[in-house]
T-cell receptor, first 109, second 117 residues
């Protein structure tokens, strides 16, 4: 499907730091989904956003649905080693998912 | 969240044989499931959309006779890789579309690692 523009592509962070990544699109989405994928596993849904302007938290994760409906960001606060992985944004586009290219997060202890 | 399972998690087969992978939505009904393929360090590539009770729709470049999809019930879709060859070795992931309460979400299975010798 259509690619979403996700940045950064990768990041190295210190344990305890906050992490932020975002996705943008040239098209409007009615839903934004954030997933995390660990090596050798399928993506796991972290947060689902359904309303423009919505700010939703899941533990140390916070995500927002941009008011233009063309962007979303994901924040991870106080990162820990198990936050390592690849984070994908996604949005349904005519029921198929469009994906961002992913943000690879590596945490330095 | 909802749970999607895949079986087997890992399979090794000889070239020329067929392999069937199952995808089940465990706690919700899914009229639509999706099959993806993922190469190392790359994003998921959609192969086909599996529709309960009707034929699957395939993405451009995906051979429907090579990758047979059957979605016989609201909780089960199967992908059969026919006459597998080493280039079919990959990580195959399914997802199931959940539209409960009018809100659309997709839940992914844990993936199946296929190695064709």
């Amino acid at each position: 499907g259509q690619q979403l523009n996700q940045s950064p592509q990768s990041m190295f962070i210190q344990e305890g730091e906050d992490v932020s990544m975002n996705c943008t699109s040239s098209s409007i989405f009615n839903t934004w989904l954030w997933y995390k994928q660990d090596p050798g596993e399928g993506p796991v849904l972290l947060i689902a956003l359904y309303k423009a302007g919505e700010l939703t938290s899941n533990g140390r994760l916070t995500a927002q649905f941009g008011i233009t409906r063309k962007d979303s960001f994901l924040n991870i606060s106080a990162s820990i080693p198990s936050d390592v992985g690849i984070y994908f944004c996604a949005g349904p586009n005519d029921y198929k998912l469009s994906f961002g290219a992913g943000t690879t997060v590596t945490v330095r202890a | 969240g909802a749970v999607v399972s895949q079986h087997p998690s890992r399979v090794i087969c000889k070239s020329g044989t067929s392999v069937k992978i199952e995808c089940r939505s465990l706690d919700f009904q899914a009229t639509t499931m999706f099959w993806y393929r993922q190469f190392p360090k790359q994003s998921l590539m959609l192969m086909a959309t599996s529709n309960e009770g009707s034929k699957a729709t395939y993405e451009q470049g995906v051979e429907k006779d090579k990758f047979l999809i059957n979605h016989a019930s609201l909780t089960l879709s199967t992908l059969t890789v026919t006459s597998a060859h080493p280039e079919d070795s990959s990580f195959y992931i399914c997802s199931a579309r959940d539209v409960a309460g009018g809100q659309e979400t997709q839940y992914f299975g844990p993936g199946t690692r296929l190695l064709v010798l």
